[in-house]
């Protein structure tokens, strides 16, 4: 392992300007948390001595998915983390995923578990949010990183789409205090096979936190 850092590229943008529900549809749904999907659940510092709490809800009305909570630096925490149940996705032939949310401001790890590496390897990258608006997210499998605990680990494997078996949300990064992101969706989506060429991304407007080497 390195002690040193990498910064991950968060990427924010807009797909395709399209009527709702057609948004939903781009690529491979995943989650559009109507009830028959894998559930979720959380995981939080609590699990090494903190103090930090969470919840996840999905709404059956509106469908969507809300990850809410309070951080907390006591007790040598500051995570709270949800993630969906094992399921095979085989998502070959995809080259990342797409996603709608409204944050708070707050910058979020997304995570990705795999077959091949198991669930303690998170394949993770940031994405910033913007308070109290709806925006879309892309994160492409080539720029997630694998973690270990939060550290990165760099003798590990790269993601492999085929093997992808669990998505994953986690804010951290010493953000303590309430936090809140909503989800409408969450889609596997092929851009270069594709060519969703009027999608922007762009990167986002203030420098993501960074992800750091864990020290020998």
């Not at 995570?111 to 892309?138: C, M, N, Q, S």
């Not at 669990?166 to 303590?176: C, T, Y």
């Amino acid at each position: 392992m390195k002690d040193n850092a990498l910064t991950v590229t968060s990427k924010i943008g807009s797909a395709p300007d399209l009527p709702e529900p057609d948004r939903r549809v781009l690529g491979r749904s995943l989650f559009t948390f109507s009830g028959s999907e894998p559930a979720w659940y959380t995981v939080n510092d609590t699990v090494m001595g903190g103090i930090s709490r969470s919840s996840v809800h999905i709404d059956p009305d509106s469908q969507k998915m809300t990850f809410s909570g309070n951080v907390s630096l006591e007790n040598n925490g500051g995570f709270a983390s949800t993630r969906s149940d094992w399921v095979d996705y085989d998502l070959r032939g995809y080259d990342g995923i797409l996603m709608r949310v409204l944050g708070d401001g707050n910058t979020y790890r997304f995570r990705i578990r795999t077959a091949r590496t198991g669930p303690e390897i998170a394949f993770t990258a940031l994405f910033d949010t913007k308070a109290g608006t709806w925006h879309d997210v892309y994160i492409p499998f080539a720029d997630v990183v694998p973690t270990y605990r939060g550290f990165v680990v760099d003798a590990a494997e790269e993601i492999d789409p085929s093997a992808i078996r669990s998505f994953g949300l986690m804010v951290a990064d010493k953000q303590q205090g309430e936090f809140s992101l909503a989800v409408d969706w969450i889609n596997a989506v092929a851009v270069k096979r594709n060519d969703y060429s009027n999608i922007n991304f762009g990167a986002a407007s203030e420098p993501a936190p960074s992800l750091v080497y864990a020290s020998n």
